[in-house]
C-alpha cells in the first residue's frame, strides 16, 4: 500500500459492523460519502445489533459536530476519540471529511443506486486531490468489484481480525521434538510428586512459544502427554496428564478415542480451569465430552449447581417469537444436539422401565437448563457449568458479552466450527471463536484444543474426508 496520508472512505457496512472504525485510521483522514449517512439513517430502527451501531455512528458524528462547530465541516473534524471511549493506541488523529458538493453523480454510472452514488462520490474525491492516495473500505465484495472496474482502489475493513490467517490460529497441543528427554534429563531437570501428580520443571528451548495449560505429547509415546502448569523465567513447569482413554478413569461413561479427545477432557475436568474452548469438524466430540464432564461435576462432584446450554441461533439477537411455550421450548429445536449426546450417555435408561426413564430425565432437567442468549444480558451466573454451543456464529462483541456473564464458581466451555460459520459479515479471522481462542492463549485460568479425528461413525467420517 502506499506511503504517506491517505484518504480513506468508508462504506456504510463498516460503520454499522464497528461503529469505532471512524477512529481506527491512525493519522490519515476519513471521507464519508452523503450516501453513506442517508444509508445510515434508513438503518437506525430496529433492535439488533446493526441498528444499535448505526445509532452509535450517528451520534459519535453529532459530538464530533457540536464539540468542534459546524463552521469546521467544509474543512474537516479532528478524529479525537469522545470522552468515554477506550480504544487500542491513541485512536485516529487525522480528520474526519463529509461529501460537501458533486452530489447525485451515481446516475452517471447506470441504474441510480446507493452503491453508485458511492463510488461517484470517491471518482469526484480522486479528481478534486489526484496527489492524495484515495482508499475505499468496504465488507461489502461486490461492491469492493465494482470499484475496482471502476478504477479505485478498495480493501476490507480488517480491524477487527483476530489474526490475519486462519492456519495460525493457537490449536492448544504441539509435538514435542524426539530428543526431548535427552535434551532435558541432565542436572538441570527436576521432577516431583505431588497429590498423586508428577510434575517436571524443565528450560524452555528458543524458539519454544509455550502457553499456560498448553498440552505437549512426544509423538508415538502415550505415556509422555503434558500440560504446562506455569511458565517463569525461562523454565517450564510440566505436569503428565490424567489418561481418561482407560474405562477406569471414564467420565460419566465417555473415554477419550484419541489423544485430543484426552486433552480435552482434562482441560474440562480441571477445577482451576474456568475458561475452555473447543474447535472441530463435525463429529469429533466436542458436545458429547463437554456434556459428560458437566455431568459427571454436577451430579457426582457436586462442584457445580447446574448445567446451562445455549447456542447461537443463526438469527441471534433476534426475538425467538411468538411461538407457545416457554423459553426453553422455543429453544428445544435449536437443542438436537443436547437430545442426541443424552442419549449416548443415558445408556441405562432401558433397564429401568418407563418410570426409571421418567425419573432419569426429570432429573437431567432440573440440573439441564436450556436458555436463548437473547436475555443473556444482565446476568451474573454463579457456579454454573455453561456450555456455549455454535460458537462460531457470534461476534467479537457478542462473545465479550456472554463471557462477562460468569460470576465466582462459574466455567464456560465456548463449542464451534469455523468452517460451519453461517453468520453474514463474519469470517474464521473475524469470528467471536477464534477473537477468544487467541485473546485467552496466555491466561492461565484459560485451555484451548483443536480435535482433529472425527469419531462419529465411519460413515460420517468417509462424508467429512470426500464430500
Known amino acids: ?20 472504525a471512524l477512529f481506527k485510521f491512525e493519522e490519515h483522514d476519513v471521507f464519508l460519502p452523503m450516501m453513506v449517512i442517508e444509508e445510515l439513517d434508513n438503518s437506525k430502527k430496529g433492535t439488533s445489533e446493526a441498528s444499535r451501531n448505526a445509532r452509535q455512528v450517528s451520534r459519535f458524528l ?5 464539540e468542534q462547530g ?9 478524529l479525537r476519540p469522545p470522552g468515554g471511549l477506550q480504544l487500542r493506541g491513541d485512536g485516529g488523529s487525522g480528520v474526519l471529511r463529509f461529501q460537501t458538493s458533486d452530489f447525485g453523480g451515481g446516475a452517471a454510472l447506470g441504474k441510480s443506486m446507493p452503491d453508485n452514488h458511492i463510488l461517484a462520490a470517491i471518482l469526484s474525491l480522486q479528481a478534486h486531490e489526484p496527489e492524495t492516495p484515495v482508499v475505499f473500505v468496504s465488507k461489502d465484495i461486490n461492491l469492493r468489484i465494482k470499484a475496482a472496474i471502476a478504477g479505485i482502489v478498495s480493501e476490507d475493513y480488517e480491524n477487527d481480525r483476530a489474526l490475519d490467517d486462519f492456519s495460525l490460529l493457537y490449536t492448544g497441543s504441539q509435538a514435542l521434538p524426539e530428543d526431548f528427554w535427552t535434551r532435558n534429563g541432565g542436572k538441570d531437570l527436576r521432577s516431583w510428586t505431588d497429590k498423586g501428580r508428577t510434575y517436571y520443571e524443565v528450560v524452555v528451548a528458543e524458539g519454544d512459544d509455550w502457553h499456560p495449560n498448553q498440552f505437549l505429547y512426544l509423538p508415538g509415546d502415550e505415556q509422555s502427554e503434558f500440560r504446562v502448569v506455569a511458565i517463569h523465567d525461562g523454565k517450564a513447569v510440566l505436569q503428565i496428564v490424567d489418561d ?19 486433552f480435552a477432557l482434562n482441560a474440562l475436568m480441571d477445577p482451576e480451569i474456568d475458561f475452555v474452548t473447543l ?3 463435525a463429529g469429533t466430540g466436542k458436545t458429547l465430552l463437554t456434556l459428560a464432564a458437566g455431568l459427571a461435576q454436577t ?11 445455549t447456542r447461537a441461533t443463526v438469527s441471534v439477537g433476534e426475538d425467538i417469537g411468538f411461538l407457545p411455550g416457554t423459553e426453553e421450548e422455543k429453544m428445544t429445536p435449536w437443542m438436537g444436539a443436547l437430545t442426541d449426546n443424552l442419549e449416548v450417555l443415558m445408556p441405562n435408561n432401558k433397564e429401568g422401565g418407563s418410570w426409571g426413564r421418567a425419573a432419569t430425565n426429570d432429573l437431567l432437567a432440573s440440573r439441564i437448563k436450556i436458555r436463548s442468549m437473547n436475555f443473556m444480558r444482565g446476568r451474573t451466573l454463579l457456579s454454573r457449568y455453561l456450555i456455549l454451543d455454535e460458537a462460531q456464529n457470534l461476534t467479537p462483541k457478542q462473545m465479550k458479552t456472554l463471557v462477562t456473564r460468569a460470576g465466582p464458581g462459574t466455567k464456560i466451555v465456548c463449542l464451534g466450527n469455523v468452517e460451519q460459520i453461517d453468520t453474514p459479515y463474519l469470517t474464521e479471522t473475524t469470528s467471536g471463536l477464534t477473537y477468544v481462542v487467541d485473546r485467552f492463549k496466555n491466561w492461565e485460568h484459560s485451555a484451548h484444543v483443536t480435535l482433529r479425528r472425527g469419531e462419529r461413525s465411519r460413515l460420517a467420517d468417509y462424508a467429512s474426508e470426500t464430500l
Open 299 to 309: 451430579m457426582d462432584a457436586q462442584r457445580y449447581r447446574e448445567i446451562i446450554m
Open 244 to 262: 481418561y482413554r482407560s474405562h477406569q478413569h471414564a467420565v460419566w461413561g465417555i473415554s477419550a478415542r484419541n489423544r485430543e479427545q484426552n
Open 62 to 66: 453529532n459530538e464530533l459536530i457540536e
Open 279 to 281: 474447535l472441530g469438524t
Open 70 to 78: 459546524t463552521d469546521k465541516i467544509a474543512t474537516g473534524l479532528k
Open 1 to 20: 500500500m502506499t506511503k504517506g496520508k491517505r484518504i480513506y472512505v468508508l462504506d456504510t457496512n463498516v460503520l454499522m459492523h464497528d461503529p469505532t
